[in-house]
């Protein structure tokens, strides 16, 4: 079993910056692929940015192409999100997940509590 916690969101003027973190427990991720995801209440949670197992491949979504850019450590078994340049329409829940396969196939397994991103305009 894989536990996720997020951490690193809160409250940014747009045009501003923040990082993300997921920390993982319970078992390495270094084999798993991984991804961010966000949801806004009433809608349903959308693909953000994802990686493979080593880090070499990464996957963006077009809304957040050239802003975001998602990152590992594996050997601090944790995941990164550093988001610039933050446009009040970023603003969700964002998700870390985790995936029983090195490559991304979409289908996650593991998800972490969520952590609130606000950005004001």
């Known amino acids: 079993q894989v536990q996720l916690v997020e951490s690193g969101g809160g409250l940014v003027q747009a045009g501003g910056s923040l990082r993300l973190s997921c920390a993982a427990s319970?078992?390495?991720?270094?084999?798993?692929?991984m991804g961010w995801l966000r949801q806004v209440p009433g809608k349903e949670r959308e693909f953000v940015a994802a990686i493979t197992w080593n880090g070499g491949s990464t996957y963006y979504a077009d809304s957040v192409k050239g802003r975001f850019t998602i990152s590992r450590d594996n050997a601090k078994n944790a995941l990164y999100l550093q988001m610039n340049n933050l446009k009040p329409e970023d603003t969700a829940v964002y998700y870390c997940?985790?995936?029983?396969?090195?490559?991304?196939?979409?289908?996650?397994?593991?998800w972490g509590q969520g952590t609130q991103v606000t950005v004001s305009s």
């Open positions: 997940a985790a995936e029983k396969s090195r490559i991304v196939g979409w289908d996650y397994d593991y």
């Open positions: 319970g078992r390495t991720l270094s084999n798993y692929a």
